[in-house]
């Protein structure tokens, strides 16, 4: 009896674990160079600034740098805090290159990818997995949630 008791522990055990990294799978932060006094944001102002609406979020100048459209974190941050799909995104951005209203971001392959050019530029926001994170850049709270 104390085998099937420890292995209900156990496979629970396992089970919350699982549950928990589940749950925070798809989870992206927002960040910047740890040199910025940019702390945080609402989706609004981050939404402005990759939108090419803005380039300053709190009078901080800005400068974003997206993720390839494929990444599961541009798919998680255009859903999350743009409101709208890649594809909108991308189509968007077409039809103001088109008509000279300016350029989209630039685009980098993945999260090591953004973390590399975050840390090594004063200025630029970018985002990644929540996974991802690390002391290299800061993390910048929008609307009042680390994580999204």
Not at 10 to 38: M, P, Q
Not at 120 to 129: N, V
């Amino acid at each position: 009896m104390k085998k099937n008791t420890l292995f209900t522990v156990f496979a629970a055990f396992v089970f919350c674990l699982l549950f928990s990294a589940a749950a925070n799978a798809g989870n992206i932060v927002v960040i910047v160079n740890t040199s910025s006094d940019l702390s945080s944001a609402t989706a609004g102002e981050v939404s402005k600034v990759f939108m090419g609406k803005a380039s300053a979020i709190s009078g901080t100048s800005v400068e974003a740098v997206d993720q390839v459209t494929s990444s599961k974190a541009r798919i998680d941050f255009s859903e999350k805090i743009l409101g709208r799909s890649v594809r909108k995104v991308t189509n968007y951005w077409k039809k103001r290159v088109f008509a000279g209203k300016g350029e989209p971001p630039k685009e980098l392959a993945n999260d090591a990818k953004v973390i590399a050019h975050v840390q090594s530029t004063a200025g630029a926001i970018g985002y990644i997995s929540a996974e991802s994170l690390s002391d290299a850049v800061k993390a910048v709270e929008v609307d009042g949630k680390t994580e999204w």
